[in-house]
């Protein structure tokens, strides 16, 4: 006999659906087809309702399955689309199409030979809202008993003659459960992880000729625990206090203004026979200097940057504001490059100074192109680098730094395996700083854009990653940890660039937790390091248009240049602009990973030329040394299905003799009268001391 209870079950069934799905769409289904009563109450689910609700739910399957690229079909869509379950008489014939909803009702849980769909393993992998990952039953993101849950009442409240008690848990195979096995929901990114063999491998390493960093011993003085190393980050909360999406046209017009002045400023000290900036759109014969942004022809139909898009844009003091195309002449040179480079990147919202003439009064045309300084390197007293690196805090042993960027779990799940991995290998080596960088919960998971959860983010973080810091803190006595968050979290309410650090409360009470905003820059000992969670390599990388040019000046560069290299000039770009992220405006297609707030544009730049760059991207991991500075991309520690890598920093001690010598000689001059002037600072010179280890999870 057919019933409400056994179509809502065949439903289940055929659809592969979870009942408080089912009860979402019958809501939908009488909020949008059937009509209230006249006393107001809301429509009774009835048989008759039972087969629209089917015949609604069937169309949206064809539906999807016509759509490409919209999803694999649930189980059973096919059944009920275009082969109908036979009864024993045979009456009811094959059909296609949308049936007429009475077929399923012919299906009786009941019945012993009733034929149960095959569990799909990719259901899971492809849809984990529908199917979700089953856990233990300690994890947040496991199944519910079946037998008393959110899911069951849900059903219950569609129909009250259906016990929850007849849907039960996962019977044996053959039977007629709503539910698959779990051994079809287990995904296979969790298997691939623990089944790999080159864990903790090497894939590339700078300065392998200095020694890799030793496995201290456990500390057991007060002053060991208290940590090693001096630590110390500039970043005001106040400054990042701000809201955002409250731009105006005329702040973004000022700071891109301030910005075109500066680096003119920058320009005119590097080249002091450089002539004040003219504007380029004004007619001459004879040659002229000038400084502009570069930005693509909005008549152009191409996005990207080549030879007939480019324009150049003034700023209100050299040129009113103006735009005009620019052209470069067949024998271009390029003045501020390190020496055998040859080209110059240029992409949109880059700064450079230009020496040409407009002969029509229609495009500049390009002479030599000049490319703005990079900042100036940081130094120290030497008595502060010997108290530091040679005192009894350090006993003239090199400090050890692991650096990681987000993801930090498997897409399969929320079980944070490889950060796992990467805490047990933090407890073995013990370093003593440790740096992550988000995201830690991205918006982009698939867990997430499913809405597959059962925990607010707050609570998964604190579940899943504080409870790992706090085994850190708790083991690796002495350590520090550094969290900087991605545009993409959402364990923090700012989502834009630059960004603020993580709310206290949502992390560790600790004080040997330090968060700080993106991107941030701090010291670790006499070490200036920069750090940007951003992926501002690979929007660089993809929007720079390179044009060769001869060198007008040969200009040696120190400590490496990467000569050749279309990645150190990416890095270069960075340096010679003086920003986190030059790009203006952000790519389309990039808009959601950087959010960029321009008015606070401030917070982005580099004053001081930083020692080492950290910049987690999707291109490929390196450690390299670009113009004396070491840029490292760590990777990802979680490569979607697999584990990814992460970088460890050995920064060996600078000789102890040589600072000693110069602290005799800053306290000579001080005593003289001198002061300690430049005698007593002593350059870092980090790139021949630092070895740079990429290192697979």
Known sequence: MLSKQNACLSILRLYALPPDELFFKWEAFVLNHLKPSKSGANPVFTLENAKELHKEIQREALAKRSIPGAG???????????????????????????????????????????????????????NPARQPKQEPASSPFSLPPTNATPRLEALARLNP?????????????????????????TPAGSNQFHS????????????AHLEPAPIPAIPLSATSVKGRITFSAGADPKDYAYRYMFEKVSERSEVLDSRINDLATHLLSAFPSLPEPADPSVPTSTQIFTVGQITIDPEQ???????????????RIVGAGGRIPIRFTEGCKVRGGPEGVGSVGLFSGGVWGFMGRNGS????????????????????????????????????????????????TLDADLEYEPLEALVEEVKRCRPDCIILMGPFLSSAHPFVKSGNLTLSPTEIFQSKISSRLKDILDTVVGSQIVLVPGVRDLITDQVCFPQGMLDRDVVLPSKRVRLLPNPCLININEVFIGISSVDTLFHLRKETFFK??????????????????????????????????????????????????????????????????????????FAKIVDSVIVVNPGRLSQRSSGGTFSKFVIHPIDKESLISSARSAAGAQAGGGGLGEEGDVEHEAFGRIRVDIVRI
């Open 72 to 126: 694999r079909t649930p189980i059973g869509t096919h059944q009920a689309g275009s082969m109908a379950h036979k009864p024993a008489n045979g009456s009811v014939k094959r059909q296609s199409g949308i049936s007429s909803g009475l077929e399923f009702l012919d299906f009786n849980p009941a019945t012993p030979s009733a034929k149960k769909p095959r569990p799909s393993s990719s259901l899971s992998a492809s």
């Open 548 to 621: 060769q040019a001869k060198e007008a000046i040969s200009t040696e560069t120190s400590g490496g240049g990467g000569i050749g290299d279309l990645m150190a000039g990416v890095c270069r770009s960075l340096l010679h602009q003086r920003s986190f992220y030059p790009l203006y405006p952000v790519p389309i297609e990039a808009s959601a990973d950087v959010n960029l707030d321009l008015t606070h544009y401030d917070l982005l730049k580099m004053e001081t030329c930083p020692d080492v760059l950290l910049l987690p991207s999707n291109l490929g991991k």
């Open 361 to 408: 009064g229609r495009e500049f045309w390009v002479d030599e192109v000049l490319i703005p300084p990079p900042p100036p390197f940081s130094s120290t007293p030497a008595s502060e680098i010997l108290e530091m690196q040679h005192g009894p805090k350090m006993g003239s042993q090199p400090v050890s730094v692991f650096a990681a960027s987000g993801p930090f």
């Open 161 to 185: 003659s259906i016990k929850t008690e007849q849907i039960g848990t996962p019977e044996k195979e053959g039977s007629n459960s709503v539910f698959s096995s779990p051994s079809a929901l």
């Open 301 to 315: 139909t191409t996005s990207k940057l080549n030879d007939h898009s480019l324009v150049l844009q003034t700023s």
């Open 196 to 207: 790999r063999t080159n864990a903790l491998s090497t894939t590339d390493t700078l300065n």
